[in-house]
């Protein structure tokens, strides 16, 4: 990598940590942080194109749907401003519009290497421990129950339904955490995500003990 394009990223760094700071809903600074971290490791492993990559990673919670109706908006500004060539601006941006979870019945579209390595790291920080401290930290943002035992979990047909629910935070690990395993795309995050699945099993499993426990007293 040039020391022009290492020189872009830190400014990204910089850029993209000013905007995040503060953020509760699970989408804050050291969210982007261990994506842009994870997704280096994977597109080292991977042969992927770091530079795509790293700008994707950073920039790729920047516009999120769930926050912002306006696409990639800021990312394209910012891109703009680092003097980024438009056909590399292009990619990148296709790149962070590929990342997100549109929910269970919503094919994964991705067309590039690049786009497969950024959104396997962003599913991985939504597994394991980690990804359990953000449903919750999630859900709190949201005002929504722990878990109630009589709303059960669903599967969404498509994204308009998946935007839509309001279920408690345990059924999100139905409609999206625990599919993620099956959906990454590169051998480097399977493996990493083995470890992360399990915990989540295991998570629920003790959760579902603790609360039979004190349904039966
Ligand atoms: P990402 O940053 O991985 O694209 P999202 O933007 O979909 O993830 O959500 C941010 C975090 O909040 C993730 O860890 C995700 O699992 C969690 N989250 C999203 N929707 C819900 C929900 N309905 N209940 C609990 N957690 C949620
Ligand atoms: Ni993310």
Request: glycine letters at 6%; aromatic letters at 12%; one cysteine or more.
């Amino acid at each position: 990598m040039s020391i022009y394009s290492s020189e872009i990223i830190l400014r990204t760094i910089d850029f993209v940590r000013s905007k995040s700071e503060g953020e509760s809903s699970g989408h804050d600074w050291w969210h982007i942080y261990r994506v842009h971290k994870l997704a280096v490791y994977l597109a080292k492993k991977e042969n992927a194109d770091l530079f795509i990559v790293e700008l994707a990673a950073l920039l790729h919670d920047l516009d999120d749907w769930k926050f912002n109706e306006s696409g990639s908006q800021q990312a394209l500004e910012w891109l703009n401003k680092c003097d980024i060539q438009e056909e590399t601006a292009h990619i990148i941006l296709s790149v962070i519009n590929q990342v997100s979870f549109k929910g269970a019945g919503e094919s994964d579209k991705t067309d590039t290497l690049e786009a497969r390595v950024v959104q396997d790291a962003d599913r991985l920080d939504a597994m394991g421990a980690i990804g359990i401290a953000r449903a919750f930290a999630y859900g709190g943002f949201k005002n929504r129950e722990l878990f109630n035992p009589d709303i059960r979990p669903e599967i969404h047909e498509n994204f308009e339904a998946y935007k839509k629910s309001c279920g408690h935070t345990i059924n999100h690990f139905y409609e999206k955490l625990l599919l993620l395993k099956d959906n990454l795309h590169t051998a480097s995050a399977k493996i990493l995500a083995e470890e992360r699945h399990l915990f989540m099993e295991e998570f629920l499993s003790q959760f579902y003990k603790e609360w039979d426990f004190t349904g039966k007293i």
